[in-house]
């Protein structure tokens, strides 16, 4: 019994040093990023960084906007493609999808979520660009292929594990009484599962979705291989951009003096946005949709 005792006291100081350096591990991050982006912003203008029109750094000019605009549009197109895609599987899956196929299936999701993002990246590069290209040419739009329009596509692909493993959970999470009520009260399989299933569900359903578009505001990789890359205003969906992922790892390698603080200051505006996304999921996990 004391032995047990001197077990769970030396495990739970385990688990406390464990949570403290998660958090201390945090707030180097936080002071890294902050203690030279702000200072930054501050001497050169919040409003001229977050809203300038340019980024020229051979002329000391840094206006992130036309990153923050390629962000932006990239994460929307991903978030429109990928989110009733993931959302409809997710309730195939979860209400409609045949033992035989589920057990398919269901390990294929969770392969595809532990394929590394340059893999996508590559598979956008050999087959989506020259797909996007050939279609906006036959619209009259020149276009190389690489464009917004290619990295939103990759990016859907890329959050559908996501979307697909979290809603399903939540929807075989639904008390399985709700189903059996509804159909005894004379409701069919269909109206069911959308009325009664997934409306319950859509606590977990919405956390999925904030989790998917946290991982497309952040991913790199896989869009600096199909997005053009071009540090200018979006001119359309088949023309390339940059985002803000981008913006860093293409130009961190050669940046000095105020040219690396205002890529160092970039990661700081990222990093608040995936803070408040991070903040509303945790939000959405306490108090649920539903109050």
């Known amino acids: 019994m004391k032995q047990n005792n001197m077990l ?8 406390m040093l464990a949570a403290f350096t998660s958090i201390l591990a945090l707030l180097a ?12 912003m501050a001497d050169y203008g919040f409003g001229q960084f977050l809203f300038g029109s340019k980024w020229q750094p051979s002329q000391e000019i ?6 923050l605009v390629g962000s932006l549009y990239v994460t929307l197109i991903a978030f429109v493609l990928g989110v009733p895609t993931g959302v409809f599987t997710a309730m195939f899956m979860a209400f409609y999808c045949p033992p035989k196929l589920h057990k398919i299936l269901k390990p294929a999701m969770n392969l595809m979520s532990g394929i590394p993002s340059i893999v996508f990246g590559y598979f956008g590069l050999q087959v989506l660009v020259p797909g996007v290209r050939t279609f906006s040419r036959s619209l009259g739009i020149a276009s190389n292929g690489m464009s917004i329009m290619t990295a939103g596509i990759v990016l859907a692909i890329m959050i559908l594990p996501t979307i697909i493993t979290m809603s399903e959970s939540s929807l075989r999470a639904v008390p399985k009484t709700y189903y059996n009520a509804s159909v005894g009260l004379g409701a069919d399989h269909d109206r069911t599962s959308y009325v009664i299933m997934m409306p319950a569900a859509r606590s977990g ?4 979705i904030i989790l998917g578009i946290g991982r497309a505001v952040g991913e790199t990789m896989a869009v600096i291989m199909v997005a053009g890359n071009q540090a200018i205003f979006p001119r359309g969906l088949f023309q390339g951009a940059r985002t803000m992922t981008a913006n860093i790892i293409l130009e ?21 946005i995936i803070l408040i996304i991070n903040g509303i999921f945790a939000y959405v996990k306490r108090t649920g949709v539903n109050n």
């Open 62 to 67: 840094f206006g992130l906007a036309p990153m």
């Open 8 to 15: 769970e006291t030396v495990m739970k100081y385990v688990f």
């Open 252 to 272: 961190m390698a050669y940046a000095t003096g105020s040219h690396q603080s205002a890529l160092v200051a970039t990661g700081a505006v990222l990093f608040v």
């Open 29 to 40: 991050i936080c002071y890294f990023i902050f203690a030279r982006g702000l200072p930054f």
């Open 205 to 208: 359903i919405f956390s999925s």
